[in-house]
């Protein structure tokens, strides 16, 4: 049994792989690769561009693949969505499709947008949001370098953002958003109702998940006197109790906990007051819920 699994090729692809090895999994590819190798006897794995990965997937080309719900939604395809991965290429989270006009346009709304000329890769969405809008507009394909379009050659462009900055580079403004997007885990469904493959699917989810969930957590170990033991629990946030044992040392236990990243800064100096000690903080590659 192999699962064919399609990843994106382009700029999510150093995320996706940075992500997979976290999950476990090492993925290598040339620069001019579309077939990678892995190190996984029961993955093949092809690289192709997220806008089309949904398509593929749909027609049982790949058992499995990564994309954007905007794709999936753009190509209308009919999939099963295993699982939500927040992530993108410049870190986690959502990314959006909005409506940017320039600056000095004088399109103020979505209702200014009736009659005019909107450049966008993603078409039918970008129609499909007229339409619920009650504004008819020309929506055009655009192949790339959308935002140099405006305003000489359209007067509107529908494009994809995860900052905001190269729009704002460009001087333009945005005036809606049209839909907002994560990546997500999908399979084939003849695919998904293989025993075999969907087991396989179904691990390759979980451990992404678990690497995802794994950012935002680091391991924390210390020591403490039985005296000092209640406080500092009381104190200590974790994500069920933390884990205590008593050392060798009469009187002292050791704990260790997960802890959200981003209070470690403020826990270590009251964790110190409190009377711990041998303190160390720890990465973590994944956290399973």
Not at 60 to 83: C, F, K, P, Q
Not at 165 to 178: C, D, K, P
Not at 209 to 221: M, P, Q, R, T
Not at 224 to 238: Q, R, S, Y
Request: proline share 4%.
């Amino acid at each position: 049994m192999k699962v064919v699994l399609g990843l994106p090729k382009g700029s999510l692809q150093e995320a996706t792989f940075a992500l997979f090895k976290k999950a476990g999994w090492n993925i290598s590819s040339g620069s001019r690769s579309y077939f990678p190798t892995v190190n996984d006897e029961e993955l093949s794995i092809i690289l192709i561009r997220a806008q089309e990965i949904s398509r593929y997937v749909e027609e049982g080309v790949l058992d499995a693949g990564l994309t954007g719900r905007d794709w999936i939604e753009e190509n209308a395809s009919d999939v099963y969505e295993v699982i939500e991965l927040c992530y993108a290429k410049q870190g986690t989270g959502r990314v959006r499709w909005v409506v940017a006009v320039p600056e000095d346009s004088p399109i103020k709304s979505i209702k200014d947008l009736e009659g005019k000329r909107i450049a966008t890769e993603a078409v039918n969405m970008t129609r499909k949001f007229l339409a619920h809008n009650n504004v008819k507009a020309d929506v055009e394909f655009s192949w790339g370098a959308t935002e140099v379009k405006v305003p000489r050659l359209v007067d509107a462009i529908v494009e994809l953002t995860e900052t905001g900055s190269s729009l704002m580079a460009n001087n333009l403004r945005i005036l809606t958003t049209v839909m907002e997007s994560t990546t997500r885990l999908i399979a084939n469904k003849e695919s998904w109702k293989d025993g075999a493959k969907r087991r396989k699917i179904e691990n390759i989810a979980l451990l992404l998940d678990g690497a995802l969930h794994a950012e935002s957590k680091v391991g924390l170990k210390l020591n403490i006197a039985k005296e000092n033991l209640e406080p500092l629990l009381k104190l200590l946030p974790a994500l069920r109790n933390p884990t205590v044992s008593e050392l060798a040392q009469p009187g002292w236990y050791a704990i260790d906990t997960v802890v959200d990243e981003a209070v470690v800064r403020k826990l270590m100096p009251e964790l110190k007051k409190r009377g711990a000690e041998g303190i160390i903080e720890y990465p973590l590659n994944k956290v399973i819920y």
